[in-house]
């Protein structure tokens, strides 16, 4: 019993992980696509700032279930930020 | 024709000099195989995010233009062969905008990887 919850608070630290399938609770990102209202940004492999908010600490694209970027918009997300990769920029 | 957009990156210890020669090389390539320079934007030098090939920094150079396969193939056949570019991409797009830079004020974008 110790153990596990000794895992627990560790893992709660980072506000990533506290993340389920089924909650939504970061402030990070709001619930509505963020590419899809008027004057979005463009997604773009030039355009480092805005990617690098949609990739982990360790540099792995985030899911769309927490960022709730559309399906259309994630995958271009995707492209963009392996573009990017091979670069060298992110 | 297309347009297309294509980046070079070049290693770190070369000198100004010869960063200018890669420069109007693929500049001079680009323009006689049927293609068309409509913007060149030199990115300076920037960190990597992770070590390529042993080095830390590059040299980014960044053209704009139009043309067709054969400028594609010829920048090909000359990358490959050539020992001071490290990585390199093109990219397709139906419209360029030529107006906007991301890499103006490169020293912020370095600070902020550190």
């Known amino acids: 019993m110790k153990r596990k919850n000794k895992k627990f608070t560790k893992r709660s630290q980072n506000p990533l992980n506290k993340l389920s399938l089924f909650q939504k609770t970061d402030s990070r990102f709001s619930k509505k696509c963020p590419f899809s209202v008027k004057d979005a940004p463009i997604i773009d492999y030039k355009n480092i700032k805005l990617l690098r908010r949609y990739i982990s600490d360790t540099n792995k694209v985030l899911p769309s279930r927490i960022t709730s970027v559309s399906q259309g918009k994630q995958k271009k997300l995707n492209t963009e930020i392996k573009r990017a990769k091979i670069l060298g920029l992110l | ?114």
Do not use: C, P
């Open chain 2, 1 to 114: 024709m297309n347009f297309y957009e294509h980046t070079l990156v070049a290693k770190q210890d070369l000198s100004t000099v010869e960063v200018d020669k890669l420069y109007n090389k693929y500049n001079d390539i680009i323009n006689n195989t049927s293609g068309k320079v409509i913007k060149v934007e030199k990115w300076g030098l920037l960190n990597f995010a992770k070590k390529i090939k042993n080095y830390n920094k590059g040299f980014y150079i960044h053209y704009k233009f139009e043309g067709d396969s054969s400028t594609l193939n010829e920048i090909k056949k000359n990358i490959n062969i050539d020992n001071s570019v490290l990585r390199h991409l093109t990219i397709r797009y139906k419209k360029l905008d030529t107006e906007k830079e991301y890499f103006k004020n490169d020293e912020k974008i370095n600070e902020k990887k550190k």
